[in-house]
């Protein structure tokens, strides 16, 4: 099998507020300019890279707003978000879950930092991805995959190297337990210092590794450092992993849906008419309601 080469090692973009809770860096589509079908089906990463919040009593975040035509994957890696739905959902992921929600015919939802992390303040470090889905799903009834770290797929790393957390697919045999709507790959690597891991990817799966904390040299060449994102080219399918020091990975690698890309604000779907269709019903009402 060939190696999946590597396109480029990306160091964080400047970051952006989004709302008042999340200071993120975009990797991609906005970030590099990137190509909307590029790292398809993720649509968007955007990393808050670990900071510092001050404790207070309000909590910070992001206020109402819609998604329709994705699913949004919140990842905490420090700290706690809470989210609350139009449809009366809610619910708060801490320190190593997952919140997948699948937004799909569309809800209105807000994002905050939740209670009691705000009091206290503290590290805070997330990723929310974009997934998108095939046309035929998009206007999937909304819904949620709460997966805390206890239920991720868990494979065991030789020589006592670390851990893979499989949220979605299979890593050497170990489901994670993520539904998705088309073929996904994402897993957590925990690895330690001077441990070496490989990936068994098909070629034709886009992929990228975001470096969440230490550092890893990719296919015995590139050394990337905490918050650099390696983007890898289509024309292999392995990749291999050694921790320059101990280190978390995030790995993301799905089939590309390879239909039209109509994008616009929290909108995604395959046609502009569509998007104003996604308008019109949010001025209907057709979202449902929620107090801010
Ligand atoms: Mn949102």
Redesign the pocket.
């Known amino acids: 099998m060939a190696t999946k080469t590597i396109q480029q090692i990306l160091p964080p973009a400047p970051p952006h507020m989004v709302g008042d809770g999340f200071r993120v860096h975009n990797f991609f589509p906005s970030g590099y300019n990137m190509d909307q079908q590029r790292m398809s089906p993720f649509f968007l990463l955007d990393y808050n890279a670990k900071i510092d919040f001050p404790g207070r009593d309000t909590p910070r975040g ?1 206020g109402v ?1 819609p ?1 329709r035509g994705f699913e ?1 994957v919140t990842i905490s890696y420090h700290g706690k978000v809470a989210h609350h739905d139009s449809y009366g959902n809610s619910g708060t992921i801490g320190e190593g879950d997952v919140q997948w929600m699948t937004a799909g015919s569309g809800v209105l ?1 807000k ?1 905050y930092h939740d209670a009691e992390y705000s009091r206290t303040g503290g590290p805070f470090q997330m990723v929310q991805l974009w997934v998108n889905l095939p046309a035929k799903d998009k206007m999937t009834q909304p819904k949620y995959q709460a997966i805390t770290a206890a239920q991720m797929g868990r494979y065991q790393l030789p020589g006592d190297g670390g851990i893979v957390e499989v949220v979605a697919g299979t890593f050497n045999g170990v489901k994670g337990p993520a539904f998705t709507f088309s073929p996904i790959e994402l897993y957590n690597i925990r690895i330690k210092k001077g441990a070496s891991a490989t990936l068994d990817l098909p070629a034709n799966f886009n992929t990228g590794i975001l470096v969440v904390e230490g550092a890893v040299k990719a296919n015995e060449t590139g050394v990337a450092p905490a918050d650099n994102f390696i983007l890898f080219n289509n024309d292999g399918e392995n990749i291999s992993l050694y921790a320059e020091e101990d280190s978390v990975l995030l790995v993301l690698s799905g089939e590309p849906i390879n239909e039209p890309i109509a994008a616009y604000g ?1 909108f995604l779907m395959n046609t502009h008419e569509e998007l104003q269709q996604a308008y019109d019903d949010l001025r209907k009402g057709k979202f449902g309601v929620l107090e801010d």
Do not use: A, G, K
Request: avoid cysteine.
């Open positions: 992001v707003h998604h949004t939802h994002e929290p």
